[in-house]
């Protein structure tokens, strides 16, 4: 069965730090992809997804993230954190008939 | 473009009593998903419905069940409810059958507290 699992359930960065949240999956097919994230009290917004093709995903707000197939990994980067980027993330995978199966999230705080 | 909207966005509920939750897509879309969030069970696949007929279903008793009208319009029934249904419910919508490279766009979510 495919999984997802996010290392970290809240992870603390400076203002203009690296950001860093793993994903690892679990899957027997090649896998489709997703971050979303989610802010206090509003539904889940798109980052980025990897489908096929290059497996560097750039998406919304300076985010992008790395598909590696031989570490099963799809770990999310921005180079500069923002306050306004404190918020929860999660990592899917998409399975037969267009389920997301979902990581447990990632909390990102971001100090000032 | 309006976005996926989801009414109420707030409910109270007792136990026993029944909910109904619903979920409009982006106009165009004809795929709605539903998902529970609650802090100790993470998001949860509920199920998906395409052209009025249910595709996809997860792993949640039969109290849970849910419908689409033919403009894609889709309701979502919770019976006999329990303190363990409170939880925040989103919808999703996608422009066609659910395909991997389809975006699934979600609601604000209904925020549904059993007392």
């Known amino acids: 069965a495919q999984s997802v699992t996010q290392l970290g359930s809240h992870v603390s960065v400076s203002e203009g730090a690296l950001v860093l949240l793993r994903c690892n999956y679990s899957s027997s097919v090649p896998p489709y992809l997703f971050w979303y994230v989610q802010y206090p009290n509003q539904g889940l917004q798109l980052l980025l997804k990897y489908t096929t093709g290059a497996t560097l995903v750039k998406g919304i707000n300076g985010f992008e993230a790395e598909f590696k197939k031989s570490e099963t990994s799809f770990h999310l980067t921005k180079p500069s954190a923002h306050m306004s980027d404190a918020a929860e993330y999660f990592c899917?995978?998409?399975?037969?008939?267009?389920?997301?199966?979902f990581g447990q999230g990632t909390e990102l705080s971001v100090k000032p | 473009k309006a976005g996926v909207t989801q009414t109420p966005r707030y409910l109270i509920k007792t136990r026993g009593q029944q909910v109904t939750l619903s979920c409009s897509p982006i106009?165009?879309?004809?795929?709605v998903s539903w998902y529970q969030q609650t802090p100790g069970q993470g998001l949860q696949f509920l199920f998906e419905y395409f052209s009025e007929t249910q595709r996809n279903k997860g792993n949640f008793p039969g109290r849970f069940s849910g419908r689409q009208f033919s403009n894609s319009r889709s309701e979502m029934n919770v019976s006999t409810l329990e303190l363990g249904d409170s939880a925040l419910y989103l919808c999703a919508s996608t422009r066609s059958e659910t395909s991997p490279t389809d975006t699934q766009y979600f609601g604000p979510g209904t925020r549904l507290t059993v007392l």
């Open positions: 899917a995978v998409i399975v037969q008939g267009g389920k997301l199966i």
């Open positions: 106009s165009g879309h004809r795929s």
